[in-house]
């Protein structure tokens, strides 16, 4: 996970009507995602415990995230599906400085860390 990949979430559905639990599904989904690519494979379960969320309330966010166009996935049978998030750099989830992990630097004004 980078912080560009959350900014870029952030920048995405400010301003959407996105509930409370779908802007948490959808920081999970973030967070599991490529930071070169935006896409991810976590399972339903893995999305239930990151959200303490149960399977109706998953499945549902998931679903209307989908119709709202912030998230996009391919089905693959006895495997988790493919999610890709279509926000930031080329579609994807965009890219952070190299080297900082999963730890979030705080950008200076301009941009610049």
């Known amino acids: ?6 900014k870029a979430l952030w920048d995405r559905i400010d301003g959407l009507e996105v509930t409370p639990t779908e802007a948490l599904v959808l920081t999970a989904l973030a967070h599991y995602a490529s930071d070169d690519f935006g896409y991810c494979h976590p ?8 959200c303490h969320l149960g399977h109706t309330a998953t499945v549902t966010s998931l679903g209307s995230l989908k119709r709202k166009g912030l998230v996009h996935w391919t089905a693959k049978p006895k495997h988790p599906n ?26 200076a004004e301009g941009g610049n860390a």
């Open 1 to 6: 996970m980078g912080c560009k990949t959350i």
């Open 43 to 50: 399972r339903h379960r893995q999305m239930e415990q990151k």
């Open 82 to 107: 493919e999610y890709t998030l279509p926000f930031g750099a080329a579609g994807g989830a965009g890219t952070h400085g190299k080297g900082n992990g999963d730890r979030c630097e705080p950008e």
